[in-house]
Nanobody, 127 residues
């Protein structure tokens, strides 16, 4: 059974950086692409970033491109999202997710394509 557990959220001030973590278990981590999504109140869940199983390919949504970095440590079965210059509009619940592909060939992944989700971690950015 695939399990994803996010951590690292919290209440932060605008302008700071934050690193989210997602620990995975239940299958061979390095064989599968991983992604980060978020959902703000009264908004749809949106794709943020994705990384291939070997970490060689990264994709980003325009909303976070240039101020976010996705990475993974396959030895620790963990994927990270480093976000900088946080803004109040970044306030949301952040989720990691995955499916059964090694690589996402497109530059965008729709949430409905994901099979496995974590419980989410709340990030609140105050102005």
């Amino acid at each position: 059974q695939v399990q994803l557990v996010e951590s690292g959220g919290g209440l932060v001030q605008a302008g700071v950086s934050l690193r989210l973590s997602c620990a995975a278990s239940g299958r061979t981590f390095s064989k599968y692409a991983m992604g980060w999504f978020r959902q703000a109140p009264e908004k749809e869940r949106e794709f943020l970033a994705g990384i291939s199983g070997n970490g060689f390919r990264e994709i980003y949504a325009d909303s976070v491109k240039g101020r976010s970095t996705i990475s993974r440590d396959n030895a620790k079965n963990t994927v990270y999202l480093q976000m900088s210059s946080l803004k109040p509009e970044d306030t949301a619940v952040y989720y990691c997710a995955s499916d059964d592909r090694f690589l996402w060939n497109s530059d965008y992944v729709h949430p409905t394509q994901m099979e496995y989700w974590g419980q989410g971690t709340q990030v609140t950015v105050s102005s």
